[in-house]
Every structure is written in structure tokens, then in C-alpha cells.
């Protein structure tokens, strides 16, 4: 197996969990007994990856733990963070991009179970959820096996769950792409994967199905209780 990496993007604001994360960056919020980024970095130590960037911004020095609990775990800082979107996350991450086979992850998921990093990866791809019935979230249109676009609703079909991979040479073309996009002052309201979206003919793109469970995404503070009262309940 080629050499991988770990990117997992941290700098956003939470807006959505406040008040919570008004004292707090979401991805050290406590759900399932530990904070949500450590779960994403169990599913990528699952997999044997030593190496991970964690993008940071918002309440940068709270993460800081990380690289003293993680051997081998290094903070980048995208500086942009509270006037642009997280394409420039990305874009702080780009001398790495391209290092080797690279997996980019949110931080705020809640990774259920970790197996789910150890499926044998050929191709490019993201992981997604399928959604029956319509999903205003984002979600992945697809042609002959292939993603042929990707944006936000659609009616059954798969959705956008905050994990991707990119196999070495698409991580390289993935830097080049979005250093371009990040030259033009207008594409500061970009989400990355707008990037690969209009780059699909070049970076051939698959869906990975994950199933009900093995990931939990958690925007408010409702889902947050959800969660937690669920965990109880399983551990009591």
C-alpha cells in the first residue's frame, strides 16, 4: 500500500451549535465520552495512518493537546477562517496535499465505528450515506458508477457524510486546483469540493456507501442531546 495521510479540517466557527461553541471549538465538543475529532482520528489510526494535519482557525490554541496525545499529528492554520469559506482550509493544507494517498475528513463528526477507514480503496472517492426521498443537504449525482456532479438536493440518493479520499495523484491535481481557485478574491465563498465538482472529468470520483450508524453528524445542539441520550442509554 502506497503511503497515506490524514486532513482533517477544524477551523470553522460552529455557528450552529452556539451557545456552545461560543467558549468551545465544535470539534472538541464531548459526544460519545470524547471529543468528536478524536473519534475521526481513532477511524484514521484504525487504518495505520500516523500522519495528520488538523486545519485550524477558530479557537486555535484549544487544540493544541493534540499534537502532545497524537505522536505524529501536526496543526496547520488557515488564517482565513472567519472571512472565507473552508475552501481556504484546503488551501492552508496544500503543501501536503499530495504527500500520498490522502483521506480529508471533517472534524465534527461522530465516528461510531472506526472499522468503516479499513475498506480496500482503488479509486478516488467520497463516502456517503444514502438518503430515501429528497435531501436538501449535499449530495452526490452519479453516471455509469461514477460521480457526475456534485451539489446540494437531490431525491434518493447518496449524501455528502464529511469523509473523502483522494488517491495520490488526484491530491496533487486536488493542491494545484485549489491554489488556482484561492488566487481569485471572488472564490473566498467556495466550499472545496465546489473545486472538485467543477473538475470532474479530471479527478474520476466514486461514492463509498457507509451504512446507518457507523457516522453521526451533528449541526445543533438538539442533535447533540440526541446523541448523547442515546450513548446513555447504551451504556448504561
Sequence with gaps: MDKEIG??????????????????????????????IESVIAGLKTRGISEIYVVVGYLKEQFSYLTKKYQGLTLLENTEYETKNNIFSLYAARNVLGKGDCFICEADLLVMDPGLFERALDHSGYFGKMVSGYSDDWIFEQRNGWISRIKKGGTD??????????????????AQKITQACQNEENGELFWDQVVDQNLQELRMKVFPVKEGQIVEIDTVEELKNVRDSWNLRNR
Design 7 to 36: 486532513i482533517i479540517m477544524a477551523a470553522g466557527l460552529g455557528n450552529r451549535m452556539r451557545p456552545l461553541t461560543e467558549t468551545v471549538p465544535k470539534p472538541l465538543i464531548e459526544a460519545g465520552e470524547r471529543p468528536m
Design 157 to 174: 440518493v447518496y449524501h455528502m457524510v464529511g469523509i473523502s479520499y483522494f488517491k495520490k495523484e488526484d491530491a496533487k491535481l486536488l
